[in-house]
């Protein structure tokens, strides 16, 4: 589908003090996939989101709402049944092919043959350019891993392992980063941990991000913004400013009003359909 | 049932089950329980170490090996090329799948003539042997390059990646183990075929050898020449098995 190559997404003045570029855009976007004997699944029914750019936006809700599939969109790995999905102006897919994408997965997805530093290389060999080494070390250094350069995948923990599929996300300075639950299989620790890292890592450079998740906490550690969406057809239900100042610290997070958002976002994951 | 196995309780049974073989084979032979064209083990021990014997079956051998390797090399690297370009061209892919299919189906035998034709009979059984291998190594190929995960391919698309970048940094390697799986069935398959293909009329090999003692009724000499190429197949089987292990190790 070749989206209507439109003026730059002309957004409407939202009240906020300037007015950013806007990063994302996916209008009225529905999934519909067909499974085996003609029935169809519809993953996603008119999602609307934009995201401005610099900003990090969480999408949380429960398993099967489809917001990995909107993640998915927005990295051009599946197309809107309906609706379009923008990224600067541009397809995805365009953006992927002029290697502007950050990606990192639950599986954290590195080849088990390739050392970290080669892991965190890959992009560069991928988009053909000689690789950056100093670019490369600066990350190694950034989440953490120096002295396991040389370490195979299966030689470091899962931590360590989602510390390098981060670390290759960011190596090209993308214009955009997407994170589809990239913490999702470690430990609660572990996990708490690898939040106050990434924000760290976020903080220096300042990607415009996507993560997906269903730890509200997370969510809220990290974003400047929370989507939450509801299931079967995936629906945006309600977006939430979190406007915690950062670095969020434990003193944060402990704090009466993040417990309270907490709640409040967690019982709209709980509530039945309907707004 | 195998990791409750010991190792050590695992060679003893190795060693058990061949001692138990040989014995047999000995026995049969001494007591000509399957008639005269069985000998005792000892006699073809003896006629295969003996200076003639050895000589000849070393000749022999060496000219088989030679074809086999060069049957190993042909139909290895064809069914590589093959493989890479079913799985970059998908168009290709159904036609090459039943073309090898339809290849690997047809009897030797009704190759044999053709081959002889064309390829002449000093270079049948190379050719015989490449088909051997060539079967194995493109369905090995297949199987290891349908073996990388969506993750993976997920991920190279995101990062923009072209389809031959997605070839040399994701679908090659990950088919490595694969490979070395399917040359360790392959080098076997490639000495079996070597010696199927001088069958046909070849000038030297141990296939001449096998057909021409069974014609002379030299007992001796026909068991000596199907020991060495199982020997031989044997030990090409084992030392492929310990590269496929190390391949596994770096690259899985």
Known sequence: ?275 | MNATIRPSTKIAYAVGGALLLVVLAQLIGQFELAGKSWPPLTEVLAYASSLTGASLIWRNLLVTLSAAAQGFVLGTAVAVIGATMALVVPLLRPGLDRFAAILNAVPTIALAPLLITTAGREGTPAVIAALSVGFVMFVSMTSGFANTSPAHQDLLTVFGSSRMRRLTLLELPRAVPAFFDGLALAAPAAILGATIGEWFGAPQGIGLLLVSAMQNYQMALMWSAALAATVVSLFAYLAFVQIQRMAVRRFA
């Open chain 1, 1 to 275: 589908m070749t989206s209507a190559l439109t003026l730059t997404a002309p957004i409407p003045a939202t009240a906020q003090e300037s007015q950013p570029r806007t990063a994302v855009s996916i209008t009225g976007a529905d999934k519909v996939f067909s499974l085996a004997r003609g029935k169809k699944l519809q993953a996603l029914e008119a999602v609307d989101l934009q995201i401005d750019e610099g900003e990090f936006v969480a999408i949380i809700g429960p398993s099967g709402c489809g917001k990995s599939t909107v993640l998915r969109l927005a990295a051009g790995l599946d197309t809107p049944t309906h609706g379009t999905v923008e990224i600067f102006g541009d397809t995805p897919r365009t953006l992927s092919a002029q290697h502007r994408l950050g990606v990192a997965f639950q599986e954290h997805a590195l080849l088990p043959w390739a050392s970290v530093r080669e892991n965190i290389a890959l992009p560069y060999k991928v988009a053909g350019r000689k690789v950056d080494d100093a670019r490369v070390d600066g990350l190694i250094e950034l989440v953490g891993l120096v002295g396991f350069e040389k370490a195979r995948p299966k030689q470091l923990s899962g931590g360590m392992r989602q510390r390098v599929s981060i670390a290759r996300a960011l190596v090209l300075s993308p214009d955009l980063l997407l994170l589809d639950e990239p913490f999702g299989a470690l430990d609660a620790v572990t996990r708490r941990k690898m939040n106050s890292e990434l924000a760290r890592i976020w903080a220096e450079e300042r990607i415009t991000t996507i993560l997906v998740t269903h730890d509200v906490d997370e969510a809220l550690i990290l974003a400047d913004r929370v989507i939450v969406m509801s299931g079967r057809p995936g629906r945006v239900r309600t977006s939430v400013d979190v406007d915690f100042a950062r670095p969020r610290t434990g003193a944060h997070t402990r704090s009466p009003e993040f417990h309270t958002l907490v709640d409040e976002l967690t019982a709209l994951l709980d509530a039945p359909e309907g707004t």
